[in-house]
């Protein structure tokens, strides 16, 4: 659609309140009214998160080709059902109240509940849960090789973190230099790998010379986890197994190997020698998701693979307990849900509410739980657990509107909690 002052906005849907944001001014001149004062990470261009529309976009100056390849890149990630920001459009054609041309912007909506490295590491995060992030974004570098891209600029300032049970989830932000083969090669993947190692080491030092990362964290040393894990990661998921005829059990074993590192199995090639002594099997075709599409199947909650994991472990309990492993899965999953997730979701206070997701809300009820069961030497009811969690730690919890009206155009910004699992006082 255009204006008469030849204002282009591509989009799938073009939300008309696009048109009223100042686009005949420089995005770093934007009135602070219509910005929210999010945490940023580090960027080559100009990137500011705009308030529209009851909502949060990230938008970003560049050039016009770039904005248009990159726009395209991320939808065909999200259609891959790779975890990448979600595209809004491409706004170009901008021009200052002078008649100077502008830099097209690229629109994404805000990943809700996620952070940027900086954001993390400023509050001097433990070795432990530095290298999570670094594991997590091992297993997106892995996810988007097995897809055929080729990132190009594998880094933490690229990637925004979001909890996930614990542990973190990776997203991938900033695709500009990316490609998309059919498959990688053995030497796009080495590359790959060895920029992620450079631009990891390089910004963890930079982190040290600002007196930001724990004095416990060897840069290099964390760096080279990245490389350990994303190996350790495409054996197991791409390695072809040999075993004996006896031994086919191992074909299921391998399978729910696969499935515990979040990967379903869509085809084996299994093979067998000239005089069938030996069987080999090889994952064909493996994806990411298998916790969280069960979830999502039994209950409709579409949430992280590790908070999938947590919530149907949970499920099981609830079923063993209540001795109905012979009824019908849907049906139990159905009846947890009533009765126990949802209570503890609407049982969160409305102004406490934008502090987790409700699924990272019910992980850390959990595990509240197995912390005060423990402590006290008996099982605690899930209510009590409840009570605790909300008054000794989640009113203490930052959340994204208490960063609201911040200035962070110098990093660090935004006062944000060690994420990993926290434990009662004592």
Known sequence: MATPHTLQITAAAVDPALL??????????????????LPRGISRHVVRFVLMSGEVLAA??????????????????????????????????????????????LLTRHLRFSLPYRALFSQKLRDDTATRLVDALAVLLVRLHLAGFYWGDVSLSNTLFRRDAGAFAAHIVDVETGYVHDTLSPGQREHDLD??????????????????????????????VIVSRYRALWVELTEPES??????????????????????????????????????????????????????????????????????????????????????????????????????????????????????????????RWYLSEQQGHDVGLDDALASYISRILVHKPDEAAVLGVDTEEMPVVATADLAPDAPDT
């Open 195 to 224: 920029l992620a190692r450079t631009n990891i080491a390089g910004e963890l030092m930079d982190l040290a010379a600002g007196d930001l990362l724990d004095p416990d964290i060897d840069p290099i040393e964390l760096s080279d």
């Open 243 to 368: 075993f004996e005829p006896g031994e086919r059990w191992r074909v299921d074993e391998r399978i729910r190997r696969l499935n515990e590192l979040g990967f379903d199995v869509g085809e084996l090639n299994i093979s067998t020698d000239v005089n069938g002594t030996s069987i080999q099997i090889e994952p064909i075709v493996v994806e990411a998701g298998h916790h969280s599409r069960r979830l999502l199947r039994l209950t409709g909650l579409d949430v992280g693979e590790n908070q999938a994991r947590r919530l149907l472990n949970d499920l099981d309990t609830y079923r063993a307990a209540a001795d109905r492993q012979a009824d019908d899965e849907e049906l139990v999953a159905h009846q947890w849900l009533a009765q126990c997730f949802e209570p503890v979701v609407r049982a969160v206070p409305r102004d406490l509410r934008g502090k987790l997701e409700p699924a990272e809300v019910y992980h850390e009820v959990l595990e509240h």
């Open 20 to 37: 009223d944001l100042p686009w005949d001014v420089p995005l770093e001149e934007w009135p602070a009214d219509r910005l929210a004062a």
């Open 60 to 105: 970003k100056e560049i050039s016009e080709e770039l904005a248009s390849r990159e726009f395209a890149l991320l939808r065909l990630l999200r259609r891959l059902g790779l975890p990448a920001v979600e595209p809004v459009g491409v706004v170009t054609g901008r021009r200052a109240a002078d008649g100077t041309p502008l830099d097209p912007v």
